[in-house]
């Protein structure tokens, strides 16, 4: 009964206290839609007059000049004969979707393969299948190494996006002599496939490649886009399958981005919710059709969907071709979704945001603080599908400070490309030389971190005419993930109103129109609307079915066999070129302005349907989390002065990588080296991993009391100098006498009671290598 009364007397509302609140919240509305607008204005000016910078600079450089008459017949020539090309490989695109759809829509893969295991065949029939990757005769492969095994994203579009092209994540694992294997799917799903039997199927290929290399560790999967989310949800309910899990360009916290960028966040609201994933399931006869999304894509960037690609294969039609047909095989071959798969996508993910857990109540699919192994995350600042917001922000909705996920056993690993698109993390050749190529080479160093936020940074080393990488790791911290989010802008209230909003419109369709459409819309009805996606039906317009288009393929022949190459320095091709110009930036200004208006009003309706229903943050939940942390950090203590001379070494080592801010593998390797020299019995790794997850926290808790109380740990004179014996083997430059790792030294030389004579022992011409890099 008192229980009872304390919890009436707490919950009781002042009446002017909440008018107060509700007027304050309000007036922080107008405020931050002002400040939007504000933002806003001032970005298309600055892209306006980039523009128009843009549009001068033929002239400002004398590249625009007046043409005379032959210049003229040249340019007329050139292009009638490249018009007939252009049309003639939009003719050879369309012929090429054909054949794929009537081949029953195979992996576009670069490589041979055989199939392992048909995904049909299971017990709960699903549209993927296993592939094992069959290396040429040039690739040796070490079955010593860990599985790689890269899961092709469902995104919409054809299958094949790991290893559509040579230079991709496939040939990278391939050229590093991993057994390699891909997860494909089908163009259609099983009847009542669903998202869950999808994961059991994955975990059956899993289990099959680690049955298939007893000898090897863990495999390492690779997720792209929709595969790298799914991924992680398998890895938190299966944490035992992955020996690392790498995830490319997806989005795990699809709330997260920043004022001013990444619009399609907002696309499920404007829509007032999923209710029309559910209406274009109906007209798909209980499928989903993948060109939708691959549609709302190319929406994003209207200047390159109506204008630049065809251009750039208009004006390079002599040798763009090629590419423009692979990679348009792929692209221009949408898959299919059952509806229960779609709408767990749309609900669960890109609405609900239950993955990462970033909702105030509990109704998240998975605990993604489950995974256990070390998790890498690439993501780009010029990926407007998934920017580095929504690849990174789950690591702060799980973790809210450092020693939360240290603490926790964590190793995340992220990298960050400047410019790539979207696309370019998965097809571009040279992040896939550079980027793909750097994180599978790094795959066992990073194994060997510690716990912690770590950014991996690739540095380019000279080396004569060619250009070789090499990696090293950078501590981060939770504060930087933080500091994505620049306009400081909780958003989180509006996104769950989208949710409560799309609940109510969901379901009304459910009540009102689904029981009816879904019955008056049979599988010809639904083929149909598919053929006549625009989509679709601009492509399959230029086919050789087309009756007008007969003469086509002849007139190509013949321009081929006549062609006349136009002089480069003709002038009308610098005007050609401006007019383009013209046309992209005309483009981009109207996407600026639509996408400013969208989030104007996407702020403007949900930031006052979190007024009115008085979605406010409580702090509970954070003086839980601080006052949990309290207690870890307390509990902590009484194992500073536990250990012996492995643990002691360890925490040396983690004392100088503090100091300097980065850390190896190497490093590891020669403690442990070290140790194994001095005792007669080495634990397994599992084991040096626990002991270092425990040091690495001590020194991150206690940096100053975990070297004070060293002496406790190796109290042998002995001991000691073996340890100390150890640091100029890692790194000679730490016993320097400069800078945070030359007073540590001197420091330790202290507590250990030992003289301080290894920087004087090294000559001087002795260059400090740099520990901390990997080729």
Same mark, same amino acid.
């Given at each position: 009964?008192?229980?009872? %009364?304390?919890?009436?007397?707490?919950?009781?509302?002042?009446?002017?206290?909440?008018?107060?609140?509700?007027?304050?919240?309000?007036? %922080?509305?107008?405020?931050?839609?002002?400040?939007?607008? /504000?933002? %806003?204005?001032?970005?298309?000016?600055?892209?306006?007059?980039?523009?128009?910078?843009?549009?001068?600079?033929?002239?400002?450089?004398?590249?625009?000049?007046?043409?005379?008459?032959?210049?003229?017949?040249?340019?007329?020539?050139?292009?009638?004969?490249?018009?007939?090309?252009?049309?003639?490989?939009?003719? =050879?695109?369309?012929?090429?979707?054909?054949?794929?759809? %009537?081949?029953?829509?195979?992996?576009?893969?670069?490589?041979?393969?055989?199939?392992?295991?048909?995904?049909?065949?299971?017990?709960?029939?699903?549209?993927?299948?296993?592939?094992?990757?069959?290396?040429? =005769?040039?690739?040796?492969?070490?079955?010593?190494?860990?599985?790689?095994?890269?899961?092709?994203?469902?995104?919409?579009?054809?299958?094949?996006?790991?290893?559509?092209?040579?230079?991709?994540?496939?040939?990278?694992?391939?050229?590093?002599?991993?057994?390699?294997?891909?997860?494909?799917?089908?163009?259609?799903?099983?009847?009542?496939?669903?998202?869950?039997?999808?994961?059991?199927?994955?975990? /059956?290929?899993?289990?099959?490649?680690?049955?298939?290399?007893?000898?090897?560790?863990?495999?390492?999967?690779?997720?792209?886009?929709?595969?790298?989310?799914?991924?992680?949800?398998?890895?938190?309910? /299966?944490?035992?399958?992955?020996?690392?899990?790498?995830?490319?360009?997806?989005?795990?916290?699809?709330?997260?981005?920043?004022?001013?960028?990444?619009?399609?966040?907002?696309?499920?609201?404007?829509?007032?919710?999923?209710?029309?994933?559910?209406?274009?399931?109906?007209?798909?006869?209980?499928?989903?059709?993948?060109?939708? $999304?691959?549609?709302?894509?190319?929406?994003?960037?209207?200047?390159?969907?109506?204008?630049?690609?065809?251009?750039?294969?208009?004006?390079?039609?002599?040798?763009?071709?090629?590419?423009?047909?692979?990679?348009?095989?792929?692209?221009?071959?949408?898959?299919?979704?059952?509806?229960?798969?779609?709408?767990?996508?749309?609900?669960?993910?890109?609405?609900?945001?239950?993955?990462?857990?970033?909702?105030?109540?509990?109704?998240?699919? *998975?605990?993604?603080?489950?995974?256990?192994?070390?998790?890498?995350?690439?993501?780009?600042?010029?990926?407007?599908?998934?920017?580095?917001?929504?690849?990174?922000?789950?690591?702060?909705?799980?973790?809210? &400070?450092?020693?939360?996920?240290?603490?926790?056993?964590?190793?995340?690993?992220?990298?960050?490309?400047?410019?790539?698109?979207?696309?370019?993390?998965?097809?571009?050749? =040279?992040?896939?030389?550079?980027?793909?190529?750097?994180?599978?080479?790094?795959? &066992?160093?990073?194994?060997?971190?510690?716990?912690?936020?770590?950014?991996?940074?690739?540095?380019?080393?000279?080396?004569?005419?060619?250009?070789?990488?090499?990696?090293?790791?950078?501590?981060?911290?939770?504060?930087?993930?933080?500091?994505?989010?620049?306009?400081?802008?909780?958003?989180?209230?509006?996104?769950?109103?989208?949710?409560?909003?799309?609940?109510?419109?969901?379901? *009304?369709?459910?009540?009102?129109?689904?029981?009816?459409?879904?019955?008056?819309?049979?599988?010809?009805?639904?083929?149909?609307?598919?053929?006549?996606?625009?989509?679709?039906?601009?492509?399959?317009?230029?086919?050789?079915?087309?009756?007008?288009?007969?003469?086509?393929?002849?007139?190509?022949?013949?321009?081929?066999?006549?062609?006349?190459?136009?002089?480069?320095?003709?002038?009308?091709?610098?005007?050609?070129?401006?007019?383009?110009?013209?046309?992209?930036?005309?483009?981009?200004?109207?996407?600026?302005?639509?996408?400013?208006?969208?989030?104007?009003?996407?702020?403007?309706?949900?930031?006052?349907?979190?007024? $009115? !229903?008085?979605?406010? !943050?409580?702090?509970?939940?954070?003086?839980?989390?601080?006052?949990?942390?309290?207690?870890?950090?307390?509990?902590?203590?009484?194992?500073?002065?536990?250990?012996?001379?492995?643990?002691?070494?360890?925490?040396?080592?983690? $004392?100088?990588?503090?100091?300097?801010?980065?850390?190896?593998? !190497?490093?590891?390797?020669?403690?442990?080296?070290?140790?194994?020299?001095?005792?007669?019995?080495?634990?397994?790794?599992?084991?040096?991993?626990?002991?270092?997850?425990?040091?690495?926290?001590?020194?991150?808790?206690?940096?100053?009391?975990?070297?004070?109380?060293?002496?406790?740990?190796?109290?042998?004179?002995?001991?000691?100098?073996?340890?100390?014996?150890?640091?100029? =083997?890692?790194?000679?430059?730490?016993?320097?006498?400069?800078?945070?790792?030359?007073? $540590?030294?001197?420091?330790?030389?202290?507590?250990?009671?030992?003289?301080?004579?290894?920087?004087?022992?090294?000559?001087?011409?002795?260059?400090?290598?740099?520990?901390?890099?990997?080729?």
């Amino acid at each position: 009964m008192d229980r009872h %009364q304390d919890t009436s007397a707490t919950t009781q509302i002042n009446p002017q206290e909440t008018t107060h609140a509700a007027k304050s919240a309000a007036r %922080q509305l107008v405020g931050n839609i002002a400040e939007l607008q /504000r933002q %806003q204005g001032q970005n298309l000016l600055t892209n306006l007059q980039r523009r128009q910078q843009d549009m001068i600079e033929p002239a400002l450089e004398g590249r625009l000049k007046m043409p005379g008459p032959g210049d003229w017949l040249s340019y007329l020539v050139d292009a009638g004969e490249r018009s007939v090309l252009f049309w003639n490989t939009l003719r =050879k695109r369309a012929d090429n979707t054909r054949a794929h759809e %009537q081949a029953g829509s195979p992996p576009l893969l670069k490589f041979d393969y055989e199939v392992l295991l048909d995904g049909a065949d299971l017990e709960v029939p699903v549209n993927y299948s296993l592939l094992r990757i069959l290396p040429g =005769k040039d690739q040796p492969i070490d079955e010593m190494l860990a599985p790689v095994i890269v899961i092709d994203p469902r995104g919409g579009h054809g299958a094949g996006i790991g290893g559509f092209k040579q230079d991709s994540e496939i040939g990278e694992s391939l050229r590093a002599g991993h057994p390699t294997y891909f997860i494909a799917f089908g163009y259609s799903p099983e009847p009542g496939q669903t998202m869950t039997d999808v994961a059991m199927a994955q975990i /059956r290929f899993i289990e099959l490649i680690t049955a298939r290399h007893p000898k090897a560790s863990k495999p390492v999967i690779i997720g792209n886009c929709q595969a790298g989310w799914a991924l992680m949800g398998l890895a938190a309910a /299966r944490p035992e399958l992955p020996g690392l899990v790498i995830v490319n360009g997806a989005p795990l916290a699809y709330w997260a981005g920043e004022n001013g960028s990444n619009p399609m966040r907002y696309a499920g609201g404007l829509m007032g919710g999923a209710w029309a994933t559910r209406l274009a399931s109906d007209l798909g006869n209980g499928r989903f059709d993948g060109a939708w $999304l691959v549609s709302n894509f190319e929406n994003l960037n209207p200047s390159h969907t109506l204008w630049s690609k065809g251009y750039q294969l208009y004006a390079n039609i002599d040798t763009e071709a090629p590419r423009f047909l692979d990679f348009e095989r792929w692209w221009g071959s949408p898959n299919l979704f059952n509806a229960e798969e779609i709408e767990a996508i749309v609900d669960d993910l890109f609405i609900g945001n239950r993955l990462a857990g970033a909702t105030s109540g509990s109704g998240n699919l *998975l605990d993604l603080r489950a995974i256990k192994t070390p998790v890498v995350v690439f993501c780009s600042y010029g990926d407007n599908i998934t920017p580095p917001q929504q690849a990174l922000d789950w690591i702060v909705d799980l973790y809210p &400070d450092d020693f939360a996920l240290q603490s926790a056993g964590r190793t995340i690993v992220y990298l960050k490309h400047a410019s790539t698109g979207h696309l370019g993390i998965f097809v571009s050749g =040279k992040v896939a030389r550079r980027e793909h190529r750097q994180m599978i080479n790094a795959i &066992d160093e990073i194994k060997a971190l510690p716990p912690g936020l770590y950014e991996l940074i690739i540095d380019e080393v000279p080396n004569g005419d060619a250009c070789e990488y090499q990696v090293h790791f950078e501590s981060r911290g939770i504060a930087d993930i933080r500091a994505l989010d620049s306009d400081g802008h909780d958003e989180d209230r509006e996104f769950i109103e989208v949710d409560r909003v799309s609940e109510i419109t969901s379901n *009304l369709y459910g009540w009102m129109v689904r029981p009816w459409l879904s019955r008056a819309i049979n599988e010809p009805m639904a083929e149909a609307l598919r053929k006549t996606h625009p989509f679709r039906l601009n492509r399959s317009l230029w086919g050789s079915q087309n009756p007008f288009l007969w003469w086509l393929p002849g007139a190509a022949e013949q321009v081929r066999e006549t062609r006349h190459s136009i002089d480069p320095q003709n002038p009308l091709l610098a005007w050609q070129d401006l007019a383009s110009r013209n046309i992209v930036n005309t483009l981009d200004t109207w996407r600026d302005i639509r996408d400013a208006s969208n989030e104007t009003k996407f702020h403007a309706i949900y930031g006052y349907l979190s007024l $009115l !229903s008085g979605a406010t !943050s409580s702090p509970t939940e954070k003086r839980r989390n601080e006052s949990e942390e309290r207690e870890r950090i307390e509990q902590l203590k009484d194992a500073l002065s536990e250990g012996g001379e492995l643990e002691a070494a360890l925490r040396v080592l983690l $004392l100088f990588a503090k100091a300097e801010g980065k850390l190896s593998k !190497s490093a590891l390797e020669t403690v442990v080296q070290g140790y194994r020299k001095a005792s007669t019995h080495l634990p397994d790794i599992a084991t040096i991993r626990e002991i270092t997850r425990q040091q690495n926290l001590l020194v991150f808790a206690y940096p100053e009391e975990s070297l004070q109380q060293l002496p406790n740990l190796v109290p042998e004179a002995e001991a000691r100098q073996r340890i100390l014996d150890t640091i100029p =083997k890692i790194e000679p430059a730490w016993c320097d006498g400069e800078g945070e790792t030359g007073k $540590l030294w001197r420091h330790l030389n202290e507590i250990f009671e030992q003289p301080s004579s290894r920087s004087s022992s090294r000559p001087k011409s002795q260059s400090p290598r740099r520990s901390s890099k990997a080729k």
